[in-house]
C-alpha cells in the first residue's frame, strides 16, 4: 500500500492508504518527492471543480521524483533516473492537436486534475509525459518547474523582447516566475502586488514591485515609460481590478497576456482596445519544450527555486497546508514531502 492525499469535498482532504497501480506497457512507476501546492489544487479544494474532479480524488501535479519500476516497451528510462511530469495526456484526433497544439487538446486529461495526480507516495505514468532531470537540480528545486514552464510559456505567448516594458498585475507564484523569465528575455519588469509579503520578496529577487492600493500604477507606468504605457501586461490576480490595471496600462498596440483563470466573466474596457489597438492573448499551459527551458532556468539559478519555497510539510499536513495558502499571508510556495522517509515506510 501506498499513502497519497486525496481530494474527499469542498474544504475536506484525507491522507488514506491506496493500493498503487502497477506500470503497463508504455508506463512507468515513479516514487514522487516534492508536490507543489498551486492555484489550481486551491480550486479543487474550494469545491469549484467538483464537475470535473471525481471524489475521492488523488490531486496535485508540479512535482519531481524517481523512476521505481519501468512498463514494458519503455526505452530510454530506468529505475533511479530523476524527473519531472509534464501532466498533459492529449488524444491526437481533435480538431486542435491535429492542429499541433496538443496541450490545449479538446478533449484534454489533465493528469492531476481529470485522472490520479502526485500527492502520494508511488504514482504510475506514461513515459511519454517525463522530463529528465540533470543530476545536480535538488528535487526540492524541481518541484518549481511546472510552473516556471507555465511563465515560460506566457512569456512566449506575449512576445516579450528585450527591451520591452511589461508590466506584472499579480505578484504570487506564477506572476513572480513570469517577472524573471521576462527579465531573463531582456524585458524591463515592474510587479503589481497588494500582499507586502510578496512584495517584498519580489523587491529581493531584484524586481521593482507597486501597491496598488497606496500607489496609483497607471501613473506610475506613465512616468517609468515617458507617457508610452506598457509594451505588454500579464494579468495574473484573478480579479477584476487587476483585469482593469492590466489593460489601463497599456501603451499604443500593448498585449495583454490572460494567465490567470477567472471563475465569473469580466467586464472588460473594448473602447481601450479600440483606441489604442491593443491585443488580447490567452495563455494556458505548456508544450515539452517550455518544460526543457524551464529547466535549464532552475538549474542555472536564473529562477531562484530555494528562495519561492515557503516551507515543506509531510503527505499529512496537507490539509493545513492547503488551509496556509488560502489564507494568504507570509506564504508563497508550499511542497508536500512524497518520499518514503517522511511518513513511514510503503510497501
Known amino acids: 500500500m501506498t499513502l497519497a492525499v486525496r481530494y474527499k469535498s469542498a474544504r475536506t482532504l484525507d491522507t488514506a492508504s491506496v493500493e498503487p497501480s502497477e506500470p503497463g506497457p508504455g508506463e512507468v512507476l515513479l516514487a514522487p518527492a516534492f508536490v507543489g501546492i498551486c492555484g489550481t489544487d486551491l480550486h479543487i479544494f474550494h469545491g469549484d471543480m467538483d464537475a470535473r474532479v471525481a471524489a475521492p480524488a488523488v490531486i496535485g501535479h508540479e512535482m519531481s521524483g524517481r523512476i521505481v519500476r ?14 519531472t511530469v509534464m501532466p498533459l495526456r492529449w488524444d491526437g484526433t481533435c480538431p486542435a492537436c491535429l492542429a499541433g497544439h496538443q496541450h490545449v487538446c479538446q478533449n484534454l486529461d489533465f493528469i492531476g486534475i481529470d ?18 532531470l540533470p543530476a545536480s537540480l535538488a528535487l526540492d528545486h524541481a518541484a518549481l518547474l511546472e510552473p516556471t514552464a507555465v511563465a515560460v510559456h506566457d ?9 520591452e516594458r511589461v508590466v506584472v498585475v499579480g505578484g504570487g507564484p506564477v506572476g513572480v516566475l513570469i517577472a524573471l523569465v521576462a527579465r531573463a528575455a531582456g524585458a524591463d519588469v515592474r510587479v503589481v502586488e497588494l500582499s507586502a509579503h510578496r512584495r517584498l520578496l519580489a523587491e529581493e529577487l531584484g524586481l521593482t514591485a507597486w501597491n496598488p492600493v497606496d500607489q496609483d500604477v497607471p501613473a506610475l507606468v506613465q512616468e517609468w515609460t ?10 495574473v490576480s484573478g480579479a ?5 490595471t492590466a489593460v489601463e496600462v497599456l501603451g499604443v498596440r500593448g498585449r495583454l497576456c490572460l494567465v490567470a483563470i477567472h471563475a465569473r466573466p469580466r467586464e472588460l474596457n473594448l473602447h481601450r482596445f479600440f483606441w489604442r489597438e491593443l491585443t ?35 503527505l499529512t499536513e496537507a490539509q493545513a497546508a492547503f488551509e496556509a495558502l488560502e489564507g494568504g499571508g507570509d506564504v508563497m510556495k508550499i511542497l508536500v514531502d512524497c518520499t518514503d522517509d517522511s511518513q513511514g515506510a510503503c510497501a
Open 280 to 314: 488580447l492573448v490567452g495563455a494556458r499551459l505548456y508544450d515539452r519544450s517550455d518544460f526543457e527551458k524551464a529547466v535549464g532556468l532552475v538549474a542555472d539559478g536564473t529562477i531562484p527555486a530555494e528562495r519561492l519555497i515557503s516551507r515543506v510539510v509531510p
Open 240 to 244: 477584476a481590478g487587476g483585469v482593469d
Open 226 to 235: 515617458g507617457d508610452a504605457g506598457a509594451d505588454v501586461a500579464f494579468e
Open 115 to 132: 485522472s490520479p495526480g502526485a500527492m502520494q507516495q508511488r504514482w504510475t505514468v506514461p513515459a511519454a509525459t517525463l522530463i529528465r
Open 70 to 83: 519501468v512498463g514494458a516497451g519503455v526505452q530510454g528510462w530506468q529505475p533511479g533516473d530523476t524527473v
Open 155 to 163: 512569456v512566449g505567448r506575449a512576445g516579450v523582447r528585450a527591451g
